[in-house]
T-cell receptor, first 110, second 116 residues
Framework: DAKTTQPPSMDCAEGRAANLPCNHS???????VYWYRQIHSQGPQYIIH???NNETNEMASLIITEDRKSSTLILPHATLRDTAVYYC???????????FGTGTRLQVFP | NAGVMQNPRHLVRRRGQEARLRCSPM?????VYWYRQLPEEGLKFMVY????????ESGMPKERFSAEFPKEGPSILRIQQVVRGDSAAYFC??????????????FGPGTRLTVL
C-alpha cells in the first residue's frame, strides 16, 4: 500500500504557482520522497526527489517539513502542459520498486 | 540517447491467447521494472529484474505471468491464456541503480493490451 496521502484533485491558473501537498507521516529515516507525474496516459515522468533538505531543479521545487511527515511540490509557473496526475512516493534507497498511490490530478486552466 | 523503448505500443489478443510485451532499457541501464495500470487506477509494481535475474516478483500474479531479462536482448513480460481482466497499460522502467544513491526510474511509453 502507498504510504502517502494526496488530495485527489487541484486546479491552478496558468502562470501561477502550483503547490501540491503530500502527507507521509509514517516515513522512515532512510526513505526518500519522490515525485512523478503522468500526463494523460503516457509513461510516468520523474520530477524531483529529496531526503530532508529542500530541493530545486529545472522543473520544480520540493519542500520537506523538518519532521519529514509532509512535503510540497511547487511548480513555480504552471503551464497548460503541466496538467497531469502527480504522484508522491516514499521509497527506501535501493529497494527499487515504486509504490504509486492515487495521486493528485492537477488541472491548469487558462 | 534513446529512452526506454516498448513494443508493441498496442496489442490486441483474444481470450486464451498469449501476449508478449518487450522492453528495451536505456543505454547503460541493467535494471528493469514492470508496472501495470488498470483503467482509471494508479500504477502497480509487478516485477524487478536485473540481467538474467529476477530480484523482486512480489507484484506478479502467481499464474500465467512471467518475466525475463536475458543477457542479450530486451526484457519480456509474457502473459499466457489472457483474460479480459488483463486488459491494461503495461509500463516498463529502467535505472542504472548505482549503489548508495537514490536513482530515478525512467519509464517507457507503455504497451496497451486489449483482450477481446
Amino acid at each position: 500500500d502507498a504510504k502517502t496521502t494526496q488530495p485527489p484533485s487541484m486546479d491552478c491558473a496558468e502562470g501561477r504557482a502550483a503547490n501540491l501537498p503530500c502527507n507521509h507521516s509514517t516515513i522512515s529515516g532512510n526513505e526518500y520522497v519522490y515525485w512523478y507525474r503522468q500526463i494523460h496516459s503516457q509513461g510516468p515522468q520523474y520530477i524531483i526527489h529529496g531526503l530532508k533538505n529542500n530541493e530545486t531543479n529545472e522543473m520544480a521545487s520540493l519542500i520537506i517539513t523538518e519532521d519529514r511527515k509532509s512535503s510540497t511540490l511547487i511548480l513555480p509557473h504552471a503551464t497548460l502542459r503541466d496538467t497531469a496526475v502527480y504522484y508522491c512516493i516514499v521509497r527506501v534507497v535501493n529497494t527499487d520498486k515504486l509504490i504509486f498511490g492515487t495521486g493528485t490530478r492537477l488541472q491548469v486552466f487558462p | 540517447n534513446a529512452g526506454v523503448m516498448q513494443n508493441p505500443r498496442h496489442l490486441v489478443r483474444r481470450r486464451g491467447q498469449e501476449a508478449r510485451l518487450r522492453c528495451s532499457p536505456m543505454k547503460g541501464h541493467s535494471h528493469v521494472y514492470w508496472y501495470r495500470q488498470l483503467p482509471e487506477e494508479g500504477l502497480k509494481f509487478m516485477v524487478y529484474l536485473q540481467k538474467e535475474n529476477i530480484i523482486d516478483e512480489s507484484g506478479m500474479p502467481k499464474e500465467r505471468f512471467s518475466a525475463e531479462f536475458p543477457k542479450e536482448g530486451p526484457s519480456i513480460l509474457r502473459i499466457q491464456q489472457v483474460v479480459r481482466g488483463d486488459s491494461a497499460a503495461y509500463f516498463c522502467a529502467s535505472s542504472p541503480l548505482i549503489r548508495d544513491r537514490a536513482d530515478e526510474q525512467f519509464f517507457g511509453p507503455g504497451t496497451r493490451l486489449t483482450v477481446l
